[in-house]
């Protein structure tokens, strides 16, 4: 099936670092997405991404839907106590025919220290 | 605003006890998702239905099975519960399958612990 790999597992940083974690994948995808979940409550979306050499933000988050298609980063500026949660990168391929959910990557769990 | 609401939140089954997850959403999305989750494993798709009336196999839907009910819900049943199904189950729905509408909206999560 399809699989998105997404690094780091987790990371310990500093508050006002800046944060990058990315999702790739061996296949092409027309969609990519990234959500939040903060503890004990279920995923948000955080950027939506259509097309691919997109380059968008929210805020303190920027996030690029890679030229190939085949892979997407996701940036934090400045971080702060309340960025701490897991972050998964989700991509859905458009297949016309048959209907999907989303493809997620396993996470990147984001821990900071004051 | 409710959005995607599940119920219980929390639950702990033997083995072989059977029950229902419900899910439900006021948003008047057309799709709805059943997902699990597991420490180092992302998020799951078990059973989706794309529309009422319609519900089709995820990546892992052995051992369970959905119900669309009408357009605001969606139940998993797991009919004869297993250790391996210890897990947090996510609800989510979204308003169009595609394209172009990768926005989920997921319920709080239900935990679910098999003895």
């Known amino acids: 099936g399809q699989q998105l790999n997404q690094s780091p597992q987790s990371m310990f940083i500093q508050e006002g670092e800046d944060v990058s974690m990315n999702c790739t994948s061996s296949s092409i995808f027309n969609t990519w997405l990234w959500y939040k979940q903060d503890p004990g409550e279920g995923p948000v979306l955080l950027i939506a991404?259509?097309?691919?050499?997109e380059l968008t933000s929210n805020g303190r988050l920027t996030a690029q839907f890679g030229i190939t298609r085949k892979d997407s980063f996701l940036n934090i500026s400045a971080s702060i106590p309340s960025d701490v949660g897991i972050y998964f990168c989700?991509?859905?391929?458009?297949?016309?025919?048959?209907?999907?959910?989303?493809?997620f990557g396993k996470g990147t769990h984001l821990i900071i220290q004051p | 605003n409710a959005g995607v609401t599940q119920t219980p939140k929390f639950q702990v089954l033997k083995t072989g006890q059977s029950m229902t997850l419900q899910c439900a959403q006021d948003m008047n999305h057309n799709s709805m998702y059943w997902y699990r989750q597991d420490p180092g494993m992302g998020l799951r798709l078990i059973y989706y239905?794309?529309?009422?009336?319609?519900?089709d196999k995820g990546e892992v839907p052995n051992g369970y099975n959905v119900s669309r009910l009408n357009k605001r819900e969606f139940s998993l049943r797991l009919e004869s519960a297993a250790p391996s199904q210890t897990s947090v189950y996510f609800c989510?729905?979204?308003?169009?399958?595609?394209?172009?509408?990768?926005?989920?909206?997921f319920g709080e999560g239900s935990r679910l612990t098999v003895l």
């Open positions: 239905s794309a529309s009422e009336g319609t519900t």
């Open positions: 991404l259509y097309k691919a050499g």
């Open positions: 989510a729905s979204r308003k169009k399958q595609l394209p172009n509408t990768g926005e989920l909206f």
């Open positions: 989700a991509a859905q391929r458009y297949s016309g025919g048959g209907a999907d959910g989303l493809t």
